[in-house]
């Protein structure tokens, strides 16, 4: 198994771009996984699964390097915000969010052939209030159409996050630390050229 580089199962942009960050080369897997929340599954079961049974369905697709894995989610209480389905779901959750604390956990998996191993990244993200016009121009921008929660902190949504505590990575949905703690684990190096 070559271990220079892995296979990450994700089509998102920005976790190609914090991997790179990191000086890891990577392919991409594409894979399909069921991304629905279970009856009674609590947020922390239910980013753990689901970025382990994508790293397990990359490893069935290209078992020649370590497949990486990972899924976040936005927690308010006890409710988790998916992605949202449209317009007016995303001005919902925006709505919800509004001058208020919530978690973000991000789930990151690595699959060898010795197992999945995985990590999770627990932050909590305060937001100043969210007019309903602001909420309507943001939709506008098309950022928040396949984030969880809404909303990408790395985007125009930065100017709604009044603190963070916790990984900026893994609110963008890869924690780093913790990532290069699994990376570690399974022998692939960081800082090669990308």
Do not use: C
């Amino acid at each position: 198994m070559n271990t220079q580089f892995v296979n990450l199962a994700s089509g998102s942009p920005r976790r190609r771009d914090l991997l790179r960050q990191i000086g890891v080369p990577y392919r991409i897997v594409d894979i399909a996984v069921d991304e629905a929340v279970l009856s009674g599954e609590t947020a922390l079961s239910y980013v753990t699964r689901v970025a382990a049974a994508k790293a397990e369905a990359g490893w069935k697709k290209t078992p020649d390097a370590p497949v990486l894995a990972a899924d976040t989610t936005v927690v308010l209480g006890e409710r988790i915000l998916a992605k949202p389905r449209n317009r007016s779901d995303a001005s919902a959750m925006l709505h919800a969010l509004s001058g208020q604390t919530h978690q973000v956990l991000t789930a990151i998996a690595v699959t060898t052939s010795s197992g999945t191993l995985h990590r999770i990244s627990y932050s909590e993200v305060v937001f100043r209030p969210i007019s309903v016009a602001e909420s309507d121009l943001y939709w506008n921008t098309n950022e928040p159409q396949d984030k969880a929660g809404g909303y990408a902190i790395q985007g125009y949504a930065a100017v709604f996050i009044e603190s963070l505590r916790g990984s900026y990575s893994g609110v963008m949905g890869l924690p780093l630390f913790e990532t290069a703690q699994l990376l570690d684990q399974v022998g692939v190096p960081r800082w090669q050229k990308t």
